[in-house]
Nanobody, 120 residues
């Protein structure tokens, strides 16, 4: 059983900051990519940022320059520092991992989601 446990969501004013954290535990043999997706009401889930085990990062255009992703391979954790938040960043943020299970099968893993609300 694999779990991705997220923390750090909440309510923040426009221009403020939040930090999301996620830790993977359980039977993941090796993690290759971790990251964050988000889903706003009435919209599809979209990529926010990912980081590979080699340290390569990828960001959505809408968050470049404002969000920073970081990870710890040894601990299978990933953080997302979100600065200069805008109302349009309001969404449920999901932690994501892509890795190989003990049977050698590659598969995605998802967290339960954490709400981020940007409002005055």
């Amino acid at each position: 059983q694999v779990q991705l446990v997220e923390s750090g969501g909440g309510l923040v004013q426009p221009g403020g900051s939040l930090r999301l954290s996620c830790a993977a535990s359980g039977s993941i043999f090796r993690v290759y990519v971790m990251g964050w997706y988000r889903q706003a009401p009435g919209k599809e889930r979209e990529l926010v940022a990912t980081i590979s085990s080699g340290g390569n990062t990828n960001y959505a255009e809408s968050v470049k320059g404002r969000f920073t992703i970081s990870g710890d391979n040894a601990k299978n954790t990933v953080d997302l520092q979100m600065n200069s938040l805008k109302p349009e960043d309001t969404a449920v943020y999901y932690c994501y991992a892509y890795g190989r299970n003990p049977y050698g099968i590659l598969q995605p893993y998802w967290g339960q989601g954490t709400q981020v609300t940007v409002s005055s």
